[in-house]
């Protein structure tokens, strides 16, 4: 593989899916009220019910609102990654994954694309939600920032690599929301992006503390959490990158055409 032919490729793939998204302005906002109303209202009523104590990567006393934002982070690219898998599974209804699996490129490359014009994208998002956090006065440590922007695209590609994993699996569009639920849902809520696990392990929820543990989105969250303190938390960025590779190798595989789970969608229509 050329790496003209290559970089070309790349352009060509991520640029349709950052052009999607520009014609779609009202995506931004919709990936924007669903964090912001946590943040605003969620944690508006809850702020005297969740104490947060003095644990790494804090040094003080925070506020819960300060609590939820890596959370809140990792909302955005979770649902990001759903959105580019529903993206693929449209595509290929139509025919287009075909074209594109078709193409004189390795298949891994094509689908390295496709992750990482999702994974821009979600970058994007990630960055817009803590602009709308430092419009609201939230107190964060905002000069560790641009090194925590490293642990974001992390966490950008691992949930995206989910969303290829689902999208071999999701042959029909009219399957994939409760699928989609089915994944979101028990993530976000079994993780640390809403509570920490000693305050799980001190209400005696030892079963949901212990799915929390070996959850990937906690490790994201988790890293993205530490990193905008400054701090490295190794567990869970080896977690992260480690799932990363995983599921991107799932998707890999899935999509193999010798195996013809992507290739022949249920019905007989197009890949």
Request: hydrophobic share 60%; with cysteine; charged share 10%.
């Amino acid at each position: 593989m050329k790496a003209a032919h290559a970089l070309r490729a790349l352009r060509a793939v991520a640029g349709r899916e950052l052009q999607s998204f520009a014609r779609q302005p009202g995506r931004l906002m919709s990936a924007l009220v669903r964090p912001l109303l946590w943040l605003l209202v969620f944690a508006a009523g809850f702020q005297n019910v969740f104490g947060v104590a003095i644990a790494p990567p804090y040094d003080t006393y925070i506020e819960y609102r300060v609590y939820l934002v890596p959370g809140l982070l990792g909302m955005v690219a979770l649902f990001n990654g759903m959105q580019s898998s529903l993206a693929m599974v449209y595509d290929r209804e139509m025919g287009v994954m075909r074209l594109l699996l078709t193409a004189p490129l390795p298949r891994w490359w094509i689908l390295a694309c496709k992750l990482l014009g999702g994974a821009t994208l979600t970058m994007a998002q990630m960055l817009a939600f803590l602009l709308a956090a430092w419009v609201f006065r939230i107190d964060l440590e905002w000069r560790h920032v641009p090194l925590a922007l490293l642990v974001f695209l992390l966490a950008a590609l691992m949930l995206g690599a989910l969303g290829l994993v689902l999208s071999v699996y999701v042959r029909q569009l009219e399957n994939f929301a409760g699928t989609m639920n089915f994944v979101i849902f028990p993530m976000f809520f079994l993780s640390t992006a809403l509570y920490p696990l000693w305050k799980l392990q001190e209400s005696g929820a030892w079963i949901v503390h212990a799915i929390a543990q070996f959850n990937p989105f906690t490790h994201a969250v988790e890293a993205m959490r530490f990193a905008l303190y400054g701090q490295a938390l190794g567990l869970s960025l080896a977690v992260a990158a480690g799932c990363t590779v995983a599921f991107f190798a799932l998707a890999l595989w899935g999509y193999d055409p010798q195996r013809g789970a992507a290739r022949r969608p249920q019905g007989g229509g197009p890949p």
